[in-house]
């Protein structure tokens, strides 16, 4: 049994997560600001924490993430206010790897997108240039923590149920990715050491998801 925290616990790929890993038998504390999504998380079978990572500083989270196996990062300022998506997705997301080190949790999945990087090509005057620059500055901290990291960059999210199966790599650009099949993948990732020290950018495809990562 691993003890994984997931931050950004009321996301659609956090709940589905949350059943992934409570079937399985892991157990998993969802990290949520909202106090009305408690009931939500709860019956997903991972266990609520009311905690914003936008105020807490990196001693608060470390003593969160405390005696845990890993931390997910999925969560997100979902867009809209430039100041809030560099709160929250590169700032917040900076200080909870931080933490991570710190309170000794080595390993550490990052849900990112595909394409994000310095060279994510997105001009100043599109609205996506906040999220992209926090992105990227949040992915590369991450790769330089000494961690265990696995970065994820799923493309365009679908609310499709999950197909179980994924294309990785360049050939999947511009594809879509159901956020369950999303889920999938990070549950599998955690599994699988292979995926340490990688970028793994994915849309659905034809290979099985276990099979497509570990290649």
Do not use: C
């Not at 790599?169 to 699988?192: H, K, M, N, W």
């Amino acid at each position: 049994m691993s003890h994984i925290v997931i931050v950004g616990g009321h996301g659609k790929v956090a709940l589905h997560l949350a059943r992934i890993l409570s079937a399985r038998g892991d157990e998993a504390l969802s990290v949520i600001r909202n106090p009305a999504h408690t009931d939500d998380v709860a019956d997903a079978g991972a266990t609520p924490v009311v905690a914003d990572i936008e105020d807490l500083d990196t001693d608060a989270l470390a003593d969160l993430l405390d005696g845990h196996d890993a931390v997910v990062f999925t969560a997100g300022a979902g867009g809209g206010d430039p100041a809030r998506t560099y709160a929250v997705d590169r700032d917040a997301a900076i200080r909870i790897i931080d933490a991570a080190g710190q309170a000794g949790v080595q390993r550490f999945v990052m849900v990112s997108y595909f394409g994000a990087g310095a060279d994510h090509g997105v001009s100043e005057d599109n609205s996506f240039f906040a999220y992209a620059e926090a992105k990227a500055a949040a992915d590369a901290h991450l790769r330089a923590s000494g961690l265990d990291w696995t970065i994820l960059g799923p493309g365009g999210l679908t609310l499709d149920p999950a197909t179980g199966r994924i294309t990785v790599g360049p050939e999947a650009a511009d594809g879509t990715v159901s956020r369950e099949d999303v889920a999938q993948v990070i549950a599998a990732a955690l599994a699988d050491n292979s995926t340490i020290g990688r970028t793994i950018e994915f849309n659905n495809g034809d290979t099985p998801i276990d099979e497509a990562i570990a290649s």
